[in-house]
């Protein structure tokens, strides 16, 4: 079977072709960006913050998180006296709620 004959165009397989249907390269250039659902996109960049995203913005501006000097100096004294009391059941709970989060 000869299939130098099949190439009913009589084009070269490594020569571009101007007979083939689809996009032309003009189409291309002077198409507007596409966005999802290929809707038309502004040409310049931009992002809306939620309240949320805001919020937090703000709160993570704030260099020093406020303390009681006076309170931590006598946690530090007890702990230290070994008069610090811990409630078990308490700690117990606290670190199976800790354990739920992170799952």
């Known amino acids: 079977m000869d299939i130098k004959g099949l190439?009913?165009?009589?084009?070269r397989p490594?020569?571009?072709s101007t007979s083939v249907k689809g996009?032309?390269?003009t189409d291309?250039?002077?198409?507007?960006?596409?966005g999802a659902?290929?809707?038309?996109?502004?040409?310049?960049?931009s992002v809306a913050l939620t309240s949320a995203a805001k919020a937090?913005?703000?709160?993570?501006?704030?260099?020093?998180?406020?303390f009681d000097a006076a309170r931590v100096a006598e946690l530090r004294e007890a702990i230290?006296?070994?008069n610090y009391p811990i409630d078990n059941e308490q700690l117990a709970?606290?670190?199976?709620?800790?354990?739920r989060m992170l799952r």
């Open 7 to 11: 190439n009913s165009n009589n084009l």
């Open 14 to 16: 490594d020569s571009p």
């Open 23 to 25: 996009r032309e390269p």
């Open 28 to 34: 291309r250039a002077s198409s507007q960006p596409q």
């Open 37 to 45: 659902g290929n809707a038309p996109v502004a040409g310049d960049d």
């Open 56 to 66: 937090m913005n703000a709160a993570g501006s704030n260099t020093a998180a406020p």
């Open 80 to 82: 230290a006296n070994g």
């Open 93 to 99: 709970d606290r670190m199976i709620d800790l354990e």
